[in-house]
């Protein structure tokens, strides 16, 4: 086989651990591509794809998009079905993989000539995040947003544009999960719910519009990350692992889980929650073991 397919094959498998990290709230697809090499590779083709070289960029990350989609199919009705029927456990299971994978995020600033995360600006991320979830509880926001994906409003189409630019940001940003950014605000089962295409074409037009909004953000968090990101890393990095913390709260803490636990929590989530979070937070201090015994410089 020749070098050209191998980086292709290559491409295609770290693509699908990047759709992986799409689909599980906690994992950054971001810090995927950085450990498999590719992540200057990726934001690269992407801040220049509406360039001359607009097929040359396209050809570059279609292998990575290839490989997501077939790891975002493989796992949509496993989480589907985790959701529906035990979803404190497998948030619990979130918590985990967030706790283990923290140290991290706090080796990334580390790097920059040992240095040590912005108190403040790590303090307004966890804030941020947290009032995220006290405001869905006081609003009633997992309820609003349930009621806007039953009645379809015009805006609604806007709205998930937005959601699309912003949970885009875990693909590019390390150690930021765009999974979990849409958990914490309540859309991450609506989402989920538009594959199932129950609504038919006004699912159809909701789940292109949230793709043409991942590809917007993505390039533009791509344009960020080159142009500003990079020369602010630590500062970044300190509301990244303010939000991370302050998101433990808030995925616990919000309309949607409330509801859950007042109406549908039975034996299997109290059960399973505790034997999850150890399994996560195993897993995820795993990932970083593995990362500090092979780090990758790009």
């Known amino acids: 086989m020749s070098n050209s397919k191998i980086n292709v094959v290559k491409d295609g498998l770290t693509g699908v651990g990047m759709g992986a990290a799409i689909i599980v709230p906690g994992i950054s697809a971001g810090t995927i591509a950085l450990i498999l090499g590719s992540f200057k590779k990726i934001t690269n083709a992407a801040s220049k794809l ?43 299971l979130f918590g985990g993989l967030i706790l283990g994978s923290l140290p991290g995020i706090f080796d990334q600033v580390k790097a920059e000539n040992n240095a040590r995360p912005n ?3 790590m303090i ?14 006081l609003f009633d926001l997992g309820g609003i947003i349930n009621q806007l994906f039953a009645d379809f409003p015009f805006y609604l189409y806007f709205i998930i544009f937005a959601v699309g630019i912003i949970a885009a940001s875990g693909i590019i940003v390390p150690g930021l999960s765009g999974s979990l950014i849409l958990l ?43 142009r500003v990101i990079n020369k602010h890393r630590v500062g970044t990095l300190s509301i990244v692992i303010g939000f991370v913390i302050g998101s433990l709260f808030s995925i616990f803490f919000n309309s949607n889980m409330v509801g859950y636990l ?20 195993v897993v995820g201090y795993l990932f970083v073991r593995y990362t500090r015994k092979h780090p990758i410089n790009e």
């Open 50 to 92: 509406f360039t001359k070289d607009f097929w040359k960029n396209l050809l570059i990350l279609l292998p990575f998009g290839i490989g997501a989609l077939v790891a975002i199919a493989l796992l949509y009705f496993p989480f589907k079905f985790a959701f529906e029927y035990c979803m404190f456990a497998i948030v619990a």
């Open 119 to 121: 108190l403040i600006l």
């Open 124 to 137: 307004c991320g966890i804030v941020f995040a947290a009032l995220i979830g006290v405001s869905s509880v």
């Open 184 to 226: 914490v605000i309540a859309f991450y089962q609506p989402i989920l719910g538009i594959l199932e295409f129950n609504h038919g074409i006004y699912d159809l037009f909701l789940g292109i519009v949230f793709g043409l909004g991942i590809v917007v953000g993505f390039v533009l968090w791509s344009k960020l990350m080159d």
């Open 262 to 281: 007042k109406d549908s929590a039975g034996l299997l989530d109290w059960i399973l929650g505790p034997i999850l979070v150890v399994v996560g937070i």
